[in-house]
C-alpha cells in the first residue's frame, strides 16, 4: 500500500483489460461536438468502466474541456454536455515490473507531507467530505482509494444540483457499496437527493432494494416521484425514521404497499416507524390522504402540512385520534383549517411544544383559547396573519403557556399593548417575539416587554409606529437581541 502513495491516478495503461458498460442517459442540453484528445472522464454523461473490482462513481460538475486530472490526454469518445454526471473509475493501476528487467535508477521524489498520515486519519479527514469529493480523493492513488471506500464514509449519500442524473448515480453507488454485502448496504442510513429534479421512481426504488437499513431519507423538490416509489421505500427500508417529500407534488399518501401489509402479522398492525414527516408543498393531499398517514404512521413526532391547501378541520381530527405523540405541528397557510381544528390540536396537551397556524385566517381567540388552555408546555407559537386574534387571546395564552419562548403575532391588527403586557408579566423565558405589521403597538407596550423577559434574542417591529426613545430602551435593557426595524433614524 505504500508503494503506490505516490501513484497519479490518471490514464490507464495499455494492458489494463477494462469491460465498458455505458450507462449514460440523455441530457436535457444541447449537445456539442466533441474535440480530438479531449478528456471526458468528467464531461461524458455518467460512463461507467469497471475492472474485476467494482470502481468508484464520480458525482462531479462538468469541468473544461481538453482537461483531465491535469492532462489533455483523450480517454473516451462520449459527447461533452453542461450537465454534472457520475463517472465511474477503475482503481489506480499498480506498477508490474519483471523481476530481470533492471529499471534505470531515478532520483526519489520526496513523499508529500498528506501521505505520512497514518490511514486512521485520512479517513477522519475524509469524513467530512462531500459524496462527490470523497469520490474524486477515490481517483488520487490506490492508497486513497481503498481509504475512500471505507465503509464507515458512506453512512450518508448527498447529491445536489438540478442536472445530476440521480438514478443513474445511485444506482452506480450503491453497486460498489454492495461490493463485500452483495445486494445490500448495510451501512449506508441517510440518503439526501434534495432539489434533484431528475430523480424519479426508479431511483427510489434501486434506494429501497439496497438498502434495508435506512434511517434518513430527503428528496424535497423532486417533483417526478409519485406514491407507488415512496410506499416501496417505507415498506422495504423498516427502520425509516426521518421523511423529507415537501414539494413533491405527487406524492398524495404515506402508506405500505399491499403486499408489504399482507405478509404483515395482525400484531404488527401495519405501522410504519417514521416519526419526522415533512409534506410541505404537497398541494394535493386531502383529508382522506392524511387519513391513511395517521392510521400507518402512528409513531410520529414532527409533522409539518405547510401550504397543504386542501386539508380541513376534518383532516385534523384523524391524526389526532392516531398519532397523540405529536410534539411539532404545522399547519401554516392552510386556509380551512379553523378554531374546530385547534379543538381538535388541543387534544394533544402537554405533549405539543410548537405549533404554526400562520395565515389560518379562519382561527380567532376561540382557537387559541383551546391550545392555551391544554397545551400548557407549548413552547412556540406561529399565528402571524391570523387576523382575528385579539388582546383577549394574548392575555390567555400567555397566563396559560407562561414558558413559552417564541411567538409570531405579526398582522394581527387587533394586538395592541395591552396584550403585551399580559405577555410580559408572565412569560419572562420568552427569546424571541415578532410584532412585524401589528398596527396597534406602540413603544410603551415594547418597553414593559424589555423590562420584563431579559432574555429576549429577537425582536420584529418592522412596519410598527415605534419611536426610537422605544428601541433604544429595549437594546439598553436586552443587550443580547437583535432588532429588527424600519426605522432609519435608529442604527
Known sequence: ?????????????????????????????????????????????LSMR??????????????????????????????????TVAMV?????????HPLIRLASRPQKEQASIDRLPDHSMVQIFSFLPTNQLCRCARVCRRWYNLAWDPRLWRTIRLT??????????????RRLCQDTPNVCLMLETV???GCRRLTDRGLYTIAQCCPEL?????????????????DVVSLCPNLEHLDVSGCSKVTCISLTREASIKLSPLHGKQISIRYLDMTDCFVLEDEGLHTIAAHCTQLTHLYLRRCVRL??????????YCTSIKELSVSDCRFVSDFGLREIAKLESRLRYLSIAHCGRITDVGIRYV??????????????????????????????????????????????????????????????????????????????????????????????????????VKRHCKRCVIEHTNPAFF
Do not use: W
Open 192 to 194: 439526501i437527493v434534495s
Open 312 to 321: 380541513t378541520d376534518e383532516g385534523l381530527r384523524y391524526l389526532v385520534i
Open 50 to 83: 469497471t475492472l474485476s473490482t467494482p470502481s468508484p462513481a464520480l458525482i462531479c460538475p462538468p469541468t473544461l474541456p481538453g482537461f483531465q486530472n491535469g492532462r489533455g490526454s483523450s480517454t473516451s469518445s462520449s459527447s461533452i454536455t453542461g450537465e
Open 372 to 473: 392555551a388552555k391544554y397545551c400548557s408546555k407549548l413552547r412556540y407559537l406561529n399565528a402571524r396573519g391570523c387576523e382575528g386574534i385579539t388582546d383577549h387571546g394574548v392575555e390567555y395564552l400567555a397566563k396559560n403557556c407562561t414558558k413559552l419562548k417564541s411567538l409570531d403575532i405579526g398582522k394581527c391588527p387587533l394586538v395592541s399593548d395591552t396584550g403585551l403586557e399580559s405577555l410580559a408579566l408572565n412569560c419572562f423565558n420568552l427569546k424571541r417575539l415578532s410584532l412585524k405589521s401589528c398596527e396597534s403597538i406602540t413603544g410603551q407596550g415594547l418597553q414593559i416587554v424589555a423590562a420584563n423577559c431579559f432574555d429576549l434574542q429577537m425582536l420584529n417591529v418592522q412596519d410598527c409606529e415605534v419611536s426610537v426613545e422605544a428601541l433604544r430602551f
Open 215 to 231: 434511517r434518513r431519507l430527503e428528496v424535497s423538490g423532486c417533483y417526478n416521484i409519485s406514491n407507488e416509489a415512496v410506499f
Open 1 to 45: 500500500m505504500g508503494a503506490n502513495n505516490g501513484k497519479q491516478y490518471g490514464s490507464e495503461g495499455k494492458g489494463s483489460s477494462s469491460i465498458s458498460s455505458d450507462v449514460s442517459s440523455s441530457t436535457d442540453h444541447t449537445p456539442t461536438k466533441a474535440q480530438k484528445n479531449v478528456a471526458t472522464s468528467e464531461d461524458s454523461d
Open 89 to 97: 473509475h477503475s482503481p489506480p493501476p499498480t506498477r508490474l515490473t
Open 161 to 174: 444540483g438540478e442536472t445530476i442524473n440521480v438514478d443513474r448515480a445511485l444506482k452506480v453507488l450503491t
